[in-house]
């Protein structure tokens, strides 16, 4: 089965600590992408990637880091400069051309709380 | 950064009524998307259109791209509780970034059986 997968479906930092989020597609997608939902929110972008070894920032990247080594894989790390509470992390990807190519696909998401 | 303005924000119907919501923006977008989140879980898409006027159906839910490129409606026919969700719409704006997606806060719908 084609898709996007998260790992793991929840996750606690404590206060300090840097953690890592992993999102994977087996999709084709050129573009991976990961968003931040708090609450009554609207999703918000925090990075990008349209191509392998390359990576921009969303709306709210201060605190967190990205890599793109592989087209499948994007993990997001959330440092310990994030003070951010608890919040819903959800991954994307889509082709970058083409009709359809803004169209964004969703993973299930990784809930992250902060002990 | 800049959001869509979308409404209503919650709605509590009876089941087999019709559903209508819309997203609406001073912008002029390319692109508009209707996805559905339930609690828990990554939103899915429901209907995807590209092209200004396009109305497109996908089961009981119908989605238009507005004339003016700057708003976008879906209905949902005859609710059923399975329903029951947050819906969002998000949309490409003109001359925006490749993958740059606009998202309204949401539509949070409730069905009584």
């Known amino acids: 089965d084609g898709g996007i997968t998260q790992s793991p479906k929840y996750l606690f930092r404590k206060e300090g600590q840097n953690v890592t989020l992993s999102c994977e597609q087996n999709l084709n997608h050129d573009a991976m992408y990961w968003y931040r939902q708090d609450p009554g929110q609207g999703l918000r972008l925090i990075y990008y990637?349209?191509?392998?070894?390359?990576?921009q920032k969303g709306d709210i990247a201060e605190g967190y880091s990205v890599s793109r080594e592989k087209k499948e894989s994007f993990p997001l790390t959330v440092t310990s400069a994030q003070k951010h509470p608890t919040a819903f992390y959800l991954c994307?990807?889509?082709?970058?051309?083409?009709?359809?190519?803004?169209?964004?696909?969703f993973g299930p998401g990784t809930r992250l709380t902060v002990l | 950064g800049q959001q869509l303005n979308q409404s209503p924000q919650s709605m509590f119907i009876q089941e087999g009524e019709d559903v209508s919501m819309n997203c609406t923006s001073s912008?002029?977008?390319?692109?508009w998307l209707w996805y559905k989140q339930e609690p828990g879980e990554g939103p899915v898409l429901l209907i995807a259109l590209y092209k200004a006027g396009e109305l497109t159906s996908n089961g009981r839910l119908t989605a238009q791209f507005g004339i003016t490129r700057k708003d976008s409606f879906l209905n949902i026919s005859a609710s059923i509780p399975s329903d029951v969700g947050i819906y969002f719409c998000a949309g490409l704006r003109y001359g925006g970034s490749q993958g740059n997606l606009i998202f309204g806060k949401g539509t949070k719908l409730s069905v009584k059986p």
């Open positions: 912008s002029i977008f390319n692109t």
């Open positions: 990637s349209q191509i392998v070894n390359d990576f």
């Open positions: 994307a990807s889509s082709f970058t051309s083409g009709s359809a190519g803004d169209t964004q696909y």
